[in-house]
């Protein structure tokens, strides 16, 4: 199996366990697994909330907003940190749909391995870009 099938298979493995765990509305999970720009990340679960992350493996990435049960209504979307508020949801539907409309450009699916290991993945790609750039000038 590639890297990017493995990445995949991670990423479904995750939200049948995000399913499984129970501590995340069963709605909730599948607006947002039914969302492809989400459905590619792997989903975590802390607390009732419903994050995402660019990576597979702990410790997660913390560049996406997030979903939570809201006091006095069904959801409030927050982030990407814990101090930034994005706003309330009436309903599963459009809480995933104000987590997508305040997605950080050019993510992409998610990559086998931790934070870190990502992290030293997208710094070798910018060398990589930079270095083909100044090649072709």
Do not use: K
Not at 46 to 55: I, K, N, P, T
Not at 76 to 97: D, K
Request: with cysteine; aromatic share 8%.
């Amino acid at each position: 199996m590639d890297r990017d099938a493995a990445a995949e298979a991670a990423v479904e493995a995750g939200w049948q366990a995000a399913r499984d765990d129970g501590r995340v509305q069963a709605e909730l999970l599948e607006a947002a697994y039914g969302e492809p720009r989400l459905r590619r990340w792997f989903p975590w679960v802390s607390m009732g909330e419903l994050h995402f992350s660019r990576c597979t493996e702990y410790p997660w990435t913390w560049d996406i907003p997030y979903v939570h049960p809201a006091i006095g209504g069904p959801y409030l979307v927050a982030g990407p940190l814990r101090n930034q508020v994005v706003g309330p949801a009436a309903t599963a539907a459009e809480a995933v749909a104000l987590v997508v409309r305040h997605l950080p450009a050019d993510r992409g699916p998610a990559f086998l391995g931790d934070r870190q290991a990502l992290e030293a993945h997208e710094a070798a790609t910018r060398r990589d870009r930079a270095s083909e750039g100044q090649e072709s000038s």
